[in-house]
Every structure is written in C-alpha cells, then in structure tokens.
Nanobody
Framework: QVQLVESGGGLVQAGGSLRLSCAAS????????LGWFRQAPGKEREFVAA????????YYGDSVKGRFTISRDNAKNMVYLQMNSLKPEDTAVYYC?????????????????WGQGTQVTVSS
C-alpha cells in the first residue's frame, strides 16, 4: 500500500505563487512516475503535470505550461509542484498520484494511487 499526502494549498491572489508538496509512505517511489491532477467544482479531473521515475522527463498540460514546474526528491520520497503566475482558473483541488510504472502518462487511468487532495484558491 502507498499513502500519498498533499500539502501546501491555500488562498493566493492572481499572479502569486504556491508550492505543493506530496509525501509518500508505505513504499519507495523512486521506480515510479508521479503526477499532479486537479479538479474544479463541476468539472472533470484534469491532468496538470507528470514526471518520470528519474526526474529526467516531465510533461505538462497545455493550460499550465511555462507557469508550473514539477520536481521530485527520491531520497525524501517527495514530489512537488511549483505554481507561478497563478490565475483564478487554476482554482481547484490538486491531487498527486503514483503510476505503476516509471514512464510518464497524462491519463487518469494510468495512475494507481492517489492522495486526498489539497485546495488551491486563486482570487482575482
């Protein structure tokens, strides 16, 4: 079993920054790709970013390219999402997720463990 716990969400003004963290326990994540997704009220869960097992490859959703950066620290079993130039449309619950393999994917069904989510609210 893997437990993923997100933190770092909150309320921020448009143009501001937040850094989300996701701590894993129960298993080392160094062999697996990790991802961030988000879900706004009334909308489907959306892919945000993913990172390969080594951190050598990353992939971003079109809406966050150039503003968000995903990173990982395998020694600490952590994954991060640095969010800059935040917009009101970034408001959502953000989830981290673990894939069952090392290669990155942007589809929800490619991930087998999920955190409980952290709320990010961007005010205009």
């Amino acid at each position: 079993q893997v437990q993923l716990v997100e933190s770092g969400g909150g309320l921020v003004q448009a143009g501001g920054s937040l850094r989300l963290s996701c701590a894993a326990s129960g298993r080392t994540l160094s062999s697996y790709a990790l991802g961030w997704f988000r879900q706004a009220p009334g909308k489907e869960r959306e892919f945000v970013a993913a990172i390969s097992w080594s951190g050598g490859r990353t992939y971003y959703g079109d809406s966050v390219k150039g503003r968000f950066t995903i990173s990982r620290d395998n020694a600490k079993n952590m994954v991060y999402l640095q969010m800059n130039s935040l917009k009101p449309e970034d408001t959502a619950v953000y989830y981290c997720a673990k894939a069952p393999r090392g290669s990155i994917s942007y589809t929800i069904h490619s991930y087998d463990y999920w955190g409980q989510g952290t709320q990010v609210t961007v005010s205009s």
